[in-house]
């Protein structure tokens, strides 16, 4: 690390802070989004930026709120031509600051025009797409993104619909514009525009939710197959109801109207990203069609709707900054994504879109994962939301002893202790809902808006739902090494974490999707041999410290042979149940790399799959939390 002379920081500082030269505030910026390419898996843009003449400074966003970590589409924008008054004008990139583009603007010209493509190989299909603006912005560096104006119109496919919570000027032929049509929209600023995600696919349905609401609220789908965006009446009146849920909860709004925008797609892919007034959502075709990939994906939409209120109006203050180029700091992540987490599963359970029971098999995972996670040892929970940037590369191996984004999971247990501990310190009169009442309504109802918080806040207003030393409460939890998963809150709301010989129907339901991949039996003997096994035998996991880290097996070996047969889910089952009855260590045969070789697993306890156990003569809390607080029907169960 070099040091400075603070004179040379204090200059960097104050030049960082003067915004470029070139650009005239008004009138707004206009960004016409070309999608026509989208089948080709490329956008185009055309953008006019109001200028002055010397030199101008644009960059291309790089922290992606939501994202948490430097996710922008820099790497992928090509073709980029800058021009003014037909003349083509010369750039070039910042040595240091990669998403930053420098031009020198004439004497004399007002407006530079910016060509950009972008190639799209993600949230895209032949049939649909999702344009999140990172991918085709272009705007001032070194001023706050909220005070540069901007105008967005959108160009899509012929036949295909729109969905977004832009508001369009004209809504002559929308959401369906007319072949060739460019869609107009009210002039936003930079920040929202980021934060306003754009929806197009030929099989498009946009679905009214709970009408008697306002503002209002649509599902806006768009479908591979035509008959997959024909939503079932029950998957739209869980929705209804999660409407419905979300005001009874939080006890505000912020947002001019939402939008749940929804991608059922095999091939672009599942997603889950929140903004202020609407999500982009993505699940396979038969993501809703089908009882068990909705298990596989059950807290999507709840999850990212919460974020309207918990991450999108309130944010950590070290998480939000005034541009898209600061680092942002996830010390906070635990609140931001582990809350709602909590709150996601909770409004799913509240809203129908599963059952109580069905609940309490998710939560029995979720735990059990965290138990059984040897990384806990070394690592707090703060560090994982810290590192989040570091974190999200998605490769399993060695994921639970390096731990990953656990912030997400352990904020679920955190929060549903301290639900539980003001129930049972109010003889059951209040709840963690009493906090978010406090917590996310604050200012009332508004638009989108950011409104920040601190460590400190989240203790006063716990606090004035019921005295206690929440702040050691909080600290033990989030700031300790604890190698054991926090298990109070399910003990004291009346259950306990058991492991029986076969997985729990949640669990063997979601194993047979690939969104659910080792929830069930299929693959997983993670709480056995400590090995999560894909569809194709190569070993993904390695729990370190279990009976397949003392093996010396590791992570991307292939499992051939199990006790001289050919290795299969039913074969590896049968050796688990087998050597339960004698001392002889399973043997397997592994190729690893060019390589085979022989391994021997000396495990002889069972097959042990996670399920909650309920405590009797105790208050059941559990199912307390996840009855409805306005629709008492809400928690039957769905028809197919």
């Not at 806040?457 to 926090?486: C, G, K, M, Q, S």
């Not at 991949?517 to 993904?540: E, F, H, P, Q």
């Amino acid at each position: 690390m070099r040091i400075f002379p603070t004179q040379i920081i204090v200059a960097a500082l104050l030049f960082a802070l003067i915004p470029s030269a070139a650009f005239a505030q008004k009138p707004p910026i206009q960004i016409t989004a070309d999608l026509t390419d989208a089948p080709r898996k490329l956008f185009h843009a055309e953008i006019d930026l109001p200028v002055t003449a010397g030199e101008i400074t644009l960059t291309s966003p790089k922290w992606i709120p939501g994202t948490h970590r430097p996710s922008g589409a820099v790497d992928d924008i090509t073709g980029v031509v800058f021009t003014a008054n037909g003349q083509t004008l010369p750039w070039h990139r910042d040595d240091v600051e990669l998403y930053q583009f420098h031009v020198t603007i004439p004497k004399g010209v007002t407006t530079l025009h910016a060509h950009l493509d972008c190639i799209v190989l993600y949230r895209i299909s032949q049939k649909l797409a999702m344009l999140e603006w990172e991918k085709l912005m272009l705007y001032p560096a070194n001023i706050p993104v909220r005070d540069i104006p901007i105008q967005p119109s959108v160009k899509v496919p012929a036949g295909w619909g729109i969905g977004t919570a832009l508001n369009p000027i004209s809504t002559g032929s929308y959401p369906v514009p007319a072949a060739g049509a460019t869609t107009q929209f009210a002039v936003t600023n930079v920040e929202q525009l980021e934060d306003s995600p754009v929806l197009t696919g030929l099989n498009f349905h946009e679905y009214p939710l709970a009408p008697e609401v306002t503002p209002k609220h649509y599902l806006d789908v768009a479908a591979d197959m035509p008959e997959d965006a024909i939503i079932r009446p029950s998957i739209l009146a869980s929705l209804n109801n999660l409407v419905r849920e979300t005001g009874a909860l939080y006890a505000s709004r912020h947002y001019h109207a939402y939008h749940f925008l929804l991608t059922l797609s095999d091939v672009a892919g599942v997603e889950g990203l929140e903004h202020g007034q609407s999500s982009d959502n993505g699940g396979g075709e038969k993501f809703l069609a089908e009882e068990n990939h909705l298990l596989a994906l059950f807290d999507l939409l709840p999850h990212e709707f919460t974020h309207s209120w918990n991450g999108k109006y309130r944010r950590p203050a070290t998480l939000y900054q005034t541009d898209f180029a600061t680092p942002q700091q996830g010390s906070l992540l635990w609140v931001y994504e582990g809350m709602t987490q909590y709150l996601g599963n909770v409004l799913a359970a509240r809203s129908g879109e599963v059952t109580a029971a069905q609940y309490r098999d998710a939560l029995a995972l979720s735990a059990a994962q965290l138990d059984y996670r040897p990384g806990r040892q070394w690592r707090t929970t703060r560090d994982t939301a810290v590192s989040s940037s570091i974190l999200r590369d998605g490769n399993p191996a060695w994921d639970n002893w390096k731990r990953a984004q656990d912030y997400y999971q352990e904020g679920e247990l955190l929060w549903l202790d301290a639900d539980t501990l003001i129930r049972k310190l109010t003889s059951n009169q209040k709840s963690l809902d009493d906090f978010e009442r406090i917590f996310l309504a604050k200012g009332g109802n508004t638009g989108p808006d950011i409104v920040t918080y601190n460590f400190d806040e989240l203790v006063t207003d716990l606090n004035l739902v019921v005295p206690y030393d929440w702040a050691a409460f909080l600290h033990e939890r989030v700031d300790r090494i604890n190698p054991r998963a926090d298990l109070d809150g399910i003990e004291r709301g009346g259950y306990r974490l058991v492991y029986k010989d076969k997985p729990n129907p949640t669990a063997q339901a979601m194993s047979s999707t690939e969104e659910g991949w080792g929830a069930g039996a299929n693959g997983n003997y993670w709480y056995s041999l400590g090995l999560y096994v894909d569809k194709n035998a190569s070993i993904r996991d390695i729990r370190w410290n279990g009976p397949g880290d003392k093996a010396q097996l590791a992570p991307g070996y292939k499992i051939l042979a199990v006790n001289g047969q050919i290795y299969s889910v039913e074969t590896l089952q049968a050796a688990i149940h087998a050597a339960k009855s004698n001392t002889e260590p399973i043997h397997l045969i592994i190729q690893a790399d060019n390589f085979v070789s022989t391994f021997n697993i000396d495990y002889h306890d069972g097959e042990r799959f996670p399920a909650l156990e309920r405590i009797a003569d105790t208050p059941d809390y559990l199912d307390d939390i996840v009855k409805p607080l306005t629709t008492p029907e809400a928690t039957s169960t769905r028809a197919p």
